[in-house]
Each structure stands twice: as structure tokens, then as C-alpha cells.
């Protein structure tokens, strides 16, 4: 597979995953569309990883700490949505609107 | 067309297929499996591409523990599980938004004069160069990662806390 074919694949992961967020009503799905368009940006490393002459670490070790950033980020995220279900019984966004103007 | 080109692509078709499954679809649990699909096919490729570690850790991390926690709090949070109402406009405008950006982009990437664009030989990448590397030059990355998840944790911990009752 081409370098171009990868990086085409990894631009069609991230849009995709930002008509998740943009599109979404449940904060779930937005997290998913969050993820989606974090895990492009790794396969785009790991893409450049194998195709750029070196010994081909860099782009691994890219790949695994987009991983481990990303898994700490659902963790917040989701005690984020569990509190907010305790208080408002609702985890809707728009329904969520208290801050705004 | 040789046979791993072949299984590369039908990994790519999952990668979308399941991306489209989680932007998609109405129902939670549907969507999160979308993702878990993704992330499968993301796996395989990462294995096409070399790096049978980083395949291994993708559905270890993501398949594993990211997906089942989002079921955690998805049966947790189960008021918005059935379908609600999808609002036509928003729908369409992100997509129309999201077409821009692709096709905005798309150009540059098919422009782009990427030299030495062939591979090496198809073979695993070396573990031990990806564990040295992570011990010598990449050390404070890693470290530095470790104390965002020691961070990360205890956040989860200390926002999901049951409030104190005055006593």
C-alpha cells in the first residue's frame, strides 16, 4: 500500500470522526468521534514510520503514546460524563447549555 | 495484487466501515462497536505496516479496555440508549463541513513528493530497538506519560468521588 493511500485513510478516519463530534447529540459518541480522530493521527505516524528511511522507532513510539494520552483522556472523560448523569440525569448536549451566553 | 495488499485492504474497508458505523448509527452500544471495529482494522494494519507491538497494544488498550469502559458508562447513563430525535440540519451541515475539509486536504496529500516512498521489505520492525528507544532516547516521553496516566486516574477518581454528605 502507497504512503498516499495510508494518509488518504487516516484523512477519511478524521473526518469522519469530526462529523461525529459536530453531529452528535449523545457526549458517548462525541468521545468516540474524539477518539477516531486521535487514533488518525497515529495511523498517520506509523504511515510515515515505515515509509521514511531510519530504523523505524520514532513513528512506534508516536503511536503508542498517542495511545496511552488518548486511554488517560476516556478516563477523565468518562468520570466527566458519570457526574454530570448524577446531576442532571441527562447527558444530552443539547441539554447541557448552562454555559451558555 | 499479492495477497497481503489484499488483506490490507480489506482491513482499510473495516477501518471505514466501523468509523461509519459509530458516526452513523442511532443506538450507543451500536456505535461503540463501530469504534471497536475500527480499531480491529486499525490493528491490522499497524500489523501490515510492521509493528506487530503496536497492533497487539491498539487492541489491548482500545478494544479491550477503552471500548468496555464506554459500555460501563454507557449502561450507567442509560437514559440517552434509546435513539433520540437526529436533527437533520446539524447532520447535514457537518457533513457538508466534513466533505470541505476532505476535499480541502486531499489535493495536498496527492501533491505531496514523498521521497524514499517504498518500503524496505516486508518484515517486522524490531521490538528491541522500539524497548531501547524507549529507555534511552524517548525516556522522558515515557515517563512523562506515565505521570499523565498516574494524573489521569486520580482525576477520575477524585471528579467520580460520591459527594460528602454534611454530617
Same mark, same amino acid.
Given at each position: 500500500?502507497?504512503?498516499?493511500?495510508?494518509?488518504?485513510?487516516?484523512?477519511?478516519?478524521?473526518?469522519?470522526?469530526?462529523?461525529?463530534?459536530?453531529?452528535?447529540?449523545?457526549?458517548?459518541?462525541?468521545?468516540?468521534?474524539?477518539?477516531?480522530?486521535?487514533?488518525?493521527?497515529?495511523?498517520?505516524?506509523?504511515?510515515?514510520?515505515?515509509?521514511?528511511?531510519?530504523?523505524?522507532?520514532?513513528?512506534?513510539?508516536?503511536?503508542?503514546?498517542?495511545?496511552?494520552?488518548?486511554?488517560?483522556?476516556?478516563?477523565?472523560?468518562?468520570?466527566?460524563?458519570?457526574?454530570?448523569?448524577?446531576?442532571?440525569?441527562?447527558?444530552?448536549?443539547?441539554?447541557?447549555?448552562?454555559?451558555?451566553? | 495484487?499479492?495477497?497481503?495488499?489484499?488483506?490490507?485492504?480489506?482491513?482499510?474497508?473495516?477501518?471505514?466501515?466501523?468509523?461509519?458505523? #459509530?458516526?452513523?448509527?442511532?443506538?450507543?452500544?451500536?456505535?461503540?462497536?463501530?469504534?471497536?471495529?475500527?480499531?480491529?482494522?486499525?490493528?491490522?494494519?499497524?500489523?501490515?505496516?510492521?509493528?506487530?507491538?503496536?497492533?497487539?497494544?491498539?487492541?489491548?488498550?482500545?478494544?479491550?479496555?477503552?471500548?468496555?469502559?464506554?459500555?460501563?458508562?454507557?449502561?450507567?447513563?442509560?437514559s440517552m440508549?434509546?435513539?433520540?430525535?437526529?436533527?437533520?440540519?446539524?447532520?447535514?451541515?457537518?457533513?457538508?463541513?466534513?466533505?470541505?475539509?476532505?476535499? #480541502?486536504?486531499?489535493?495536498?496529500?496527492?501533491?505531496?513528493?514523498?521521497?524514499?516512498?517504498?518500503?524496505?521489505?516486508?518484515?517486522?520492525?524490531?521490538?528491541?530497538?522500539?524497548?531501547?528507544?524507549?529507555?534511552?532516547?524517548?525516556?522522558?516521553?515515557?515517563?512523562?506519560?506515565?505521570?499523565?496516566?498516574?494524573?489521569?486516574?486520580?482525576?477520575?477518581?477524585l471528579i467520580a468521588?460520591?459527594?460528602?454528605?454534611?454530617?
Amino acid at each position: 500500500m502507497t504512503l498516499s493511500a495510508l494518509l488518504v485513510i487516516g484523512l477519511l478516519l478524521f473526518t469522519i470522526g469530526a462529523i461525529t463530534v459536530l453531529s452528535r447529540r449523545n457526549l458517548i459518541i462525541v468521545l468516540i468521534g474524539i477518539e477516531l480522530m486521535m487514533t488518525s493521527a497515529a495511523l498517520n505516524f506509523m504511515a510515515f514510520n515505515r515509509f521514511i528511511p531510519g530504523d523505524g522507532v520514532i513513528g512506534q513510539v508516536a503511536a503508542l503514546v498517542v495511545l496511552g494520552l488518548s486511554a488517560g483522556e476516556v478516563a477523565i472523560f468518562l468520570s466527566i460524563i458519570l457526574v454530570l448523569y448524577r446531576k442532571r440525569n441527562d447527558i444530552d448536549i443539547e441539554e447541557l447549555t448552562d454555559l451558555k451566553g | 495484487m499479492s495477497i497481503e495488499l489484499v488483506i490490507a485492504g480489506v482491513f482499510a474497508a473495516m477501518v471505514i466501515a466501523g468509523a461509519l458505523m #459509530a458516526a452513523f448509527l442511532r443506538h450507543v452500544l451500536h456505535a461503540i462497536i463501530g469504534l471497536g471495529i475500527t480499531m480491529f482494522g486499525l490493528a491490522g494494519i499497524y500489523l501490515y505496516l510492521g509493528s506487530p507491538f503496536v497492533a497487539s497494544m491498539q487492541i489491548l488498550i482500545y478494544i479491550g479496555g477503552i471500548s468496555v469502559a464506554m459500555v460501563f458508562a454507557m449502561m450507567l447513563s442509560v437514559s440517552m440508549s434509546v435513539a433520540a430525535l437526529r436533527d437533520r440540519t446539524k447532520t447535514l451541515f457537518s457533513c457538508a463541513a466534513g466533505a470541505l475539509f476532505f476535499l #480541502a486536504v486531499f489535493p495536498m496529500i496527492r501533491a505531496g513528493q514523498y521521497e524514499a516512498a517504498s518500503p524496505g521489505e516486508q518484515q517486522a520492525l524490531p521490538l528491541t530497538l522500539v524497548g531501547q528507544g524507549f529507555m534511552d532516547s524517548y525516556n522522558v516521553v515515557f515517563e512523562a506519560l506515565s505521570l499523565v496516566l498516574l494524573a489521569a486516574i486520580l482525576g477520575a477518581i477524585l471528579i467520580a468521588r460520591k459527594e460528602k454528605q454534611p454530617q
